[in-house]
């Protein structure tokens, strides 16, 4: 493994933060820029506020860290979450945009909140890499950091983890994702995957949208909670199916076999979103 070097002076410059925040700006009520902005922007931004409020809903979040990035379409810029906002209080017009050497190119007017950096080397790398991928979302589930910590890895132990047999890279931990240094090999260890473990970390989930990202993701982490309960009995007390069955399982749910994932799925989620968050005083996602 490389050694990476953190610049941290830099670390801190990018985060933006007032250190003891006194007279810093950390509202949470964001205007509109819904007519600032192209409508395909716009929908990109409602897209990924909805894929946070989601991540929240099925209890994949971490407090105020970790990150769900999309492609601006048409640009080689990308839209990521403010540092310090929970993901119950993301919004469309919240969202700060960066570009792909991770310079801020907007974010709201007058707010002290900024960029983690982080969310840059992971997301940034993979969106300069990947030209086929516009979405991104890591996450450090307590099931995903489970398996990450295994040796084994992910188990084909039930149907959602087949689906991931010989679909999913794995990246050894260099430390916080805080170095430059990182990305080229994070990329390499991704290939041409859809989906990552980060060993001794949490997973990584990525897709052509929003809504194929988030299936994938979700079904990772299904499959990391299942694995997590069935190891629970002992390794003695799990089974997995035949080679040739697993490899079965895995070709008919690749995304070239029967459909797109997540594209269906989509608009249920919404409904979902919307019948489970309005009104439950957090701003509503779309605005």
Request: hydrophobic share 40%; net charge negative.
């Amino acid at each position: 493994m490389a050694t990476n070097t953190i610049d941290f002076d830099q670390v801190k410059r990018e985060s933006q933060l007032k250190e003891d925040g006194e007279g810093a700006n950390f509202s949470t009520e964001f205007p509109t820029v819904k007519d600032q902005i192209s409508p395909e922007e716009w929908q990109a931004r409602v897209d990924l506020a909805a894929c946070y409020r989601l991540v929240d809903l099925y209890d994949m979040t971490y407090m105020i860290y970790n990150h769900i990035t999309v492609r601006v379409p048409g640009t080689d810029e990308f839209l990521i979450n403010l540092y310090g906002l929970t993901y119950k209080e993301i919004t469309a017009s919240s969202l700060a945009k960066l570009d792909l050497d991770g310079n801020v190119m907007w974010k709201p007017q007058g707010t002290d909140y900024g960029i983690n950096a982080a969310g840059y080397v992971i997301h940034g790398a993979i969106h300069k890499a990947r030209k086929d991928i516009n979405a991104v979302i890591h996450t450090h589930s307590t099931a995903g950091m489970a398996v990450a910590a295994m040796s084994c890895g992910l188990l084909p132990l039930t149907q959602n983890a087949m689906r991931f047999d010989e679909h999913i890279g794995y990246h050894d931990y260099e430390g916080p994702a805080l170095s430059t240094a990182e990305q080229q090999r994070l990329v390499a260890d991704l290939g041409q995957n859809n989906a990552m473990i980060l060993r001794n970390h949490g997973l990584l989930a990525v897709g052509p949208t929003i809504p194929e990202a988030f299936n994938l993701l979700y079904q990772l982490e299904t499959s990391c909670r299942a694995q997590v309960q069935a190891l629970s009995a002992g390794i003695e007390g799990v089974a997995t199916p035949p080679r040739d069955v697993i490899d079965l399982t895995a070709k008919v749910f690749a995304p070239t076999t029967l459909r797109r994932y997540g594209l269906l799925e989509w608009p249920a989620m919404l409904r979902k979103l919307d019948a489970e968050t309005r009104g439950n005083g957090y701003p509503y996602y779309a605005t």
